[in-house]
């Protein structure tokens, strides 16, 4: 079992930035792709980022690309979404994911944190 808390997030003006992390237990971090995902009110949970084991790839979702970063720190067992320049519609519940592969994180990651909520005020 691979246990996953977020943290960070909070209420924002546009233009903002914020920066969630997420600590991983349980198992060895390393191992892991890690993924963040959000879930607006009514809407579907979306994909954000995902990074790789080692944090040489990246995948970003289009609609964040350019202002969101994701990033690890092994030693730490945390995984980090620096969010730029934020806009209303940015808000959401965000997720962080774990999975074997950066397919797999995408679509069905194995294990989820709790989420923590990410609120930009126009």
């Known amino acids: 079992q691979v246990q996953l808390v977020e943290s960070g997030g909070g209420l924002v003006q546009a233009g903002g930035s914020l920066r969630l992390s997420c600590a991983a237990s349980?198992?060895?971090?390393?191992?892991?792709?890690m993924g963040w995902f959000r879930q607006a009110d009514g809407k579907d949970r979306e994909f954000v980022a995902a990074?790789?084991?080692?944090?040489?790839?990246?995948s970003t979702a289009d609609s964040v690309k350019g202002r969101f970063t994701i990033s690890r720190d092994n030693a730490k067992n945390t995984v980090y979404l620096q969010m730029n320049s934020l806009k209303p519609e940015d808000t959401a519940v965000y997720y962080c994911?774990?999975?074997?592969?950066?397919?797999?994180?995408?679509?069905?990651?194995?294990?989820w944190g709790q989420g923590t909520q990410v609120t930009v005020s126009s």
């Open positions: 994911a774990a999975e074997t592969s950066l397919w797999r994180v995408k679509v069905s990651p194995a294990y």
């Open positions: 990074i790789s084991q080692t944090g040489v790839s990246t």
């Open positions: 349980g198992r060895t971090f390393s191992n892991y792709v």
